[in-house]
């Protein structure tokens, strides 16, 4: 078997499931749930800094240091693309210059639903600015070809709406976003349980991202490993390619020769 | 003394104080933050040289855990 790794951005990475670091207990956890998973790429938010924290108080960077993981800092909260943009030009000081990023430029704060046109203005201008982008967005293949076609490095529909736990609600359109395009197509947000990333993987995604999947399960940790095996469970069935499905006829899976003769 | 906004809040600092000293004042030396001043990032490089003047707005943060 051939070793199985991906590119986004012209860097290879093997673990192609990608996780947040929110919602979790404390960091000590977010740490485990993250090992156990095995991803290479973990993504953060931006905030302001506590004044009047204590200085000597843990920070996410202590439990997961830049030097392990790949960052990638993500615009969650963000209803334009200004807000976006500047968000991620301040990712790219804060991590010395680090281009990978995570674009979401919310449309109402019910649904957390992309707005895609928003979107798609934050992407060219960062794109431009020389950053990578993946884009998280609706699952409308259309605005998929438009964000690759503006550069961005991976695109990013939602199996459902951000932090649902819904599952895959629409994989035919996933399936249209995958044979249309030429960069990686990952599925963000939506996945509740190791089925829905597996069957992700099956359509034929380059990965999965997900947070509250595992950080919002009664053992996070555990979770974290299943989503890892679903992972590589659906990544494999959908190298292996699945047998054709057969509406109206079975098929035995015996001889169907050789019985012993009926009385 | 001189006032500055810092994420929203005004606070009043003695004078002279460069955006380094700011940080240390707020107990943040050492740790990995980013700084807009007025709008404009300041790179890391420029925090010693850049002094603060009254009715300057910062916005200093930080990553944490996110989706």
Redesign the interface.
């Known amino acids: 078997m051939t070793t199985d790794s991906f590119q986004i951005a012209g860097k290879t990475y093997s673990s192609r499931l990608l996780v947040?670091?929110?919602?979790?207990k404390d960091?000590d956890e977010?740490r485990r749930a993250i090992d156990a998973s095995g991803a290479e790429i973990v993504?953060?938010?931006?905030?302001?800094?506590n004044?009047g924290?204590?200085?000597g108080e843990p920070?996410?960077?202590d439990y997961l240091p830049p030097s392990q993981f790949t960052?990638l800092?993500?615009t969650?909260g963000c209803y334009s693309a200004d807000d976006a943009v500047?968000t991620l030009?301040?990712?790219r000081?804060?991590?010395d210059g680090h281009k990978l990023v995570k674009l979401e430029v919310l449309g109402d704060s019910t649904t957390l639903y992309p707005n895609v046109l928003e979107t798609l203005k934050a992407a060219e201008i960062l794109v431009k600015d020389g950053f990578d982008v993946m884009v998280y967005t609706s699952d409308d293949p259309i605005i998929a070809k438009e964000l690759e076609n503006i550069g961005c490095c991976a695109v990013m529909p939602l199996a459902s709406l951000?932090?649902s736990g819904m599952g895959i609600l629409n994989p035919w359109n996933l399936r249209l976003i995958i044979e249309n395009a030429k960069v990686p197509v990952l599925v963000d947000a939506g996945v509740g349980t190791a089925s829905d990333a597996a069957i992700g993987m099956e359509l034929g995604c380059a990965g999965v991202l997900?947070?509250?999947a595992i950080?919002g399960a009664k053992d996070p940790v555990r979770m974290a490993r299943a989503m890892k095996l679903a992972v590589e469970a659906g990544r494999e069935a959908f190298l292996a390619g699945r047998m054709p499905r057969k509406l109206y006829s079975a098929d035995p899976s015996s001889p169907v020769t050789g019985m012993i003769a009926s009385k | 003394m001189i006032q500055l906004s810092i994420n929203g809040n005004t606070q009043a600092f003695a004078a002279p104080l460069s955006l380094t000293h700011l940080v240390e004042q707020l107990g943040f030396a050492g740790k990995r933050l980013a700084v807009e001043l007025n709008g404009e990032i300041v790179p890391r490089s420029q925090h010693a040289d850049t002094q603060l003047a009254d009715g300057d707005t910062l916005e200093i943060v930080v990553a944490v855990g996110g989706g």
């Open positions: 947040g670091t929110g919602k979790y960091f977010t993504t953060v938010a931006i905030r302001r800094v004044i924290q204590t200085a920070s996410l960077l960052y800092p993500n969650a500047r030009r301040l990712a000081e804060l991590l951000i932090g997900m947070n509250t950080a």
